[in-house]
């Protein structure tokens, strides 16, 4: 993606793959969306090609902080392969018995 | 902890929040929705995220095209705020034999005569709506605009909302764990929160609707099928239609987000709940898919995922009542295309469960057809 799509400099960008800032995630749990596998479908949180590494733990905490529970309490959503993006054609040659 | 509703709806995804939605529209004062894991944690949420209006029997056209019409104005129907991302940039279907340019205007006859504006579209009308598409060994194809994409996850929550706002109780991470009967009737439901005591119970539970019926001895055609999905990093626009080839069974879409979302149907898959991703799936798909739109080779996968059909003997949904069983009803069966008949099957539900007589001849999408042989096999099914 060449353009920037940042809603605005003052604000706290949690999931870098998808722009969403903190302050959206916040307002979500403040909602009631606690759960991370409906924040991830609702917010596209953790979809992106880093695989929620940087964001998934960082709204963790927040939906800890909110419901008053230890960070290790709160459940994780599947990851999901690859574990690194891959190029559609290196899978398509992949397949290929000289290889 | 026994407490008491007018109507169960076990399940929640889209048919399940849709027919809650309903059923308290028409004035349903308790209607409870129980769902085993999150809203849209089954097929819904593991769709393809397509709607169409291209089938090949009538029971499919017809719920479709009036879906579509539907989900048009979904966020105004229930008063969302957020957008279901819902996109009308057309199916493409692709032809690679003489026998499927023979299916395909067969279909095209019966979507004309249901008023479907669906074509009939030579290689190079396909190239110009699908620019970066390989035309060996292609037929042509038929293409129908109105036809699109709509989220799953975004549809469903729109659905919930609007369902809470009319008072239907939404438990989630509550299982059923059996149905409860007394004599010919249903008596509402056993779950993992307590029961739940109703003389009215639907089953919008996609393939585990068939363990349902087992808890109280009814035995229903419905097997589940694993099918596999992946997803790219997003891009620009470059594909306005979703491609479809039952030749090599897959499809595969850009979805406004940008990603290209494509799936496959292997007909060696186990009829079994295996909802995981399996390696071989990738390499399939990225093979096939690179061989029809070639420039895809430089996109990469990001996400693989699984769910499961709610395969039918005819690949064509179950309504209605369950013979036997008074107050139990079943939206299910519907081999890899519920998502987008929700909007129509949630209304049709909603009516028989409140004895209306429904705007939909139900009866020809009732269990009788498997004992009549009167079945609706549709063909166009990856």
């Known amino acids: ?99 | 902890m026994t407490k008491t509703a007018d109507a169960v709806v076990i399940g929640g995804g889209i048919v399940g929040c849709a027919t809650a939605f309903e059923l308290a529209k028409k004035g349903l004062k308790k209607v409870v929705l129980v769902e085993k894991k999150y809203l849209a944690s089954g097929a819904t949420g593991r769709c393809g995220a397509g709607v169409r209006m291209q089938w090949g029997t009538e029971p499919n056209c017809v719920l479709s095209r009036d879906s579509i019409k539907i989900f048009e104005n979904l966020e105004e129907y229930l008063g969302y705020n957020g957008s279901i991302e819902f996109k009308q940039s057309g199916y493409l279907l692709l032809a690679y034999n003489e026998k499927m340019v023979e299916q395909f205007h067969k279909n095209l006859g019966l979507q004309h005569k249901l008023g479907i504006p669906s074509r009939w579209v030579t290689p190079e009308e396909c190239k110009e709506l699908v620019p970066h598409i390989n035309l060996q060994g292609l037929h042509g194809g038929t293409f129908c605009p109105k036809d699109g994409h709509c989220n799953p996850f975004k549809a469903t929550d729109a659905y919930a909302r609007a369902a809470e706002r009319l008072g239907v109780e939404i438990m989630t991470y509550t299982t059923v764990t059996k149905l409860l009967q007394d004599g010919d009737r249903i008596k509402g439901v056993e779950t993992t929160a307590g029961v739940i005591e109703s003389p009215r119970v639907i089953s919008c539970a996609g393939a585990y609707t068939r363990e349902l019926g087992r808890s109280i001895g009814v035995e229903m055609p419905i097997y589940p099928e694993r099918h596999q999905i992946l997803v790219t990093e997003p891009v620009a626009p470059k594909q306005g239609p979703m491609i479809m080839s039952f030749y090599h069974g897959i499809y595969c879409q850009q979805v406004p987000h940008g990603g290209f979302v494509m799936g496959l149907g292997d007909p060696h898959e186990v009829k079994d709940y295996d909802e995981d991703s399996s390696w071989q799936f990738m390499y399939e798909m990225a093979a096939k898919i690179t061989f029809i739109l070639p420039v895809l080779k430089e996109l990469r996968v990001v996400r693989q995922w699984a769910g499961l059909y709610d395969l039918t003997p005819d690949k064509t949904q179950i309504l209605g009542a369950v013979p036997g069983v008074e107050g139990f009803y079943v939206a299910a069966g519907f081999s890899g295309h519920g998502f987008m008949i929700a909007p129509v099957v949630g209304k049709i539900m909603a009516e028989v469960m409140v004895g209306e007589e429904p705007q939909y001849p139900i009866d020809m999408y009732g269990f009788k057809r498997f004992e009549s042989g009167n079945l609706y096999v549709e063909p166009s099914v990856v």
Do not use: H
Not at chain 1, 9 to 34: A, P
Not at chain 1, 77 to 97: H, I, M, Q, S, Y
């Open chain 1, 1 to 99: 993606m060449s353009d920037c799509r940042c809603k605005d400099k003052d604000v706290n960008i949690v999931c870098r793959c998808e722009d969403i800032t903190l302050e959206e995630i916040r307002e979500y749990i403040k909602n009631g969306v606690t759960d991370l596998e409906q924040l991830k479908r609702l917010l596209r949180v953790g979809m992106g090609p880093c695989q929620g590494r940087t964001c998934i733990p960082l709204i963790v905490r927040e939906i800890a902080a909110y419901a008053g529970k230890p960070v290790e309490e709160i459940p994780l959503t599947t990851f999901r392969p690859p574990t690194v993006p891959v190029k559609l054609g290196v899978l398509a040659a992949g397949g290929e018995k000289d290889d």
